[in-house]
């Protein structure tokens, strides 16, 4: 268990998202944080951040600025969820009435031993299984 808090994808794709330049800066010092070892984030939420990268961000980054990306990324220690994450993403489900993938976020929070989730979409100061959320953008 790492104990360092856990980042979402959200604040990610700020940092790569230049149409909200407050959340940007804030997103780039966070990220630049996580870097250094201070945060967690997991194999989903990578998998997201290109995804959003490749098709919903406007204008859509390249493949070879996704790939810069996600090497820049790369210092920045890696939950990989397992059958007991996926399994406790569906309690989450049924305790909280949360989107099956916000349960993977929840449940890789856990995992690492986080206790905060910086996140713009979960509920602001929700409590999930012994870990808050946090939103760095308020």
Known sequence: ?????????????????SSALNKQRMARQL????????????????????????????????VEEVKVALDALAPIFVISPDGDTVRRAVEARAAFGVHFYDGMIIAAAEQAGSKRIW?????????????TVANPFL
């Open 1 to 17: 268990m790492s104990g360092r808090d856990f980042l979402d994808t959200n604040v990610l794709v700020y940092a790569y998202n």
């Open 119 to 131: 996140s713009e979409d979960l509920n602001l100061g929700q409590e999930y299984f012994g870990v």
């Open 31 to 62: 990220v630049a944080r996580a870097v250094v070892g201070e945060f967690v984030i997991s194999t989903q939420v990578l998998a997201e951040f290109a995804s959003t990268l490749l098709h919903k961000l406007q204008p859509a980054l390249s």
